[in-house]
Nanobody
Framework: QVQLVESGGGLVQAGGSLRLSCAAS????????MAWFRQAPGKEREFVAA????????SYADFVKGRFTISRHNAKNTVYLQMNSLKPEDTAVYYC????????????????????WGQGTQVTVSS
């Protein structure tokens, strides 16, 4: 069993930055691909970014490329999402997710591929 706890959400003005963190516990973190998803009110959950367990490969949704950066620190069992140039449409609950994978470069992009989820952290961007 893996437990995930997100932090770092909050209220920020458009153009500002936030860094989300997701702390994992319960299993060997380094064997797990990690991802961030988000869900805005009235919308389906959508993929934001993913990172392979080795950290060598990342994948981003088109709408965050060049603005968001995903990274991980395996020794700290933590994954991060640095969000810059935030827009009001980035307002959502952001979820951390993880899944075990044998491939050091795999970065799944669909939510059914992930086995464990955090409770989410609210990000609100004001215009």
């Amino acid at each position: 069993q893996v437990q995930l706890v997100e932090s770092g959400g909050g209220l920020v003005q458009a153009g500002g930055s936030l860094r989300l963190s997701c702390a994992a516990s319960g299993r060997t973190f380094s064997s797990y691909a990690m991802a961030w998803f988000r869900q805005a009110p009235g919308k389906e959950r959508e993929f934001v970014a993913a990172i392979s367990w080795s950290g060598s490969t990342t994948s981003y949704a088109d709408f965050v490329k060049g603005r968001f950066t995903i990274s991980r620190h395996n020794a700290k069992n933590t994954v991060y999402l640095q969000m810059n140039s935030l827009k009001p449409e980035d307002t959502a609950v952001y979820y951390c997710a993880t899944t075990w994978t044998a491939s050091m470069s795999r970065t799944p992009r669909s939510s059914p591929e992930y086995d464990y989820w955090g409770q989410g952290t609210q990000v609100t961007v004001s215009s």
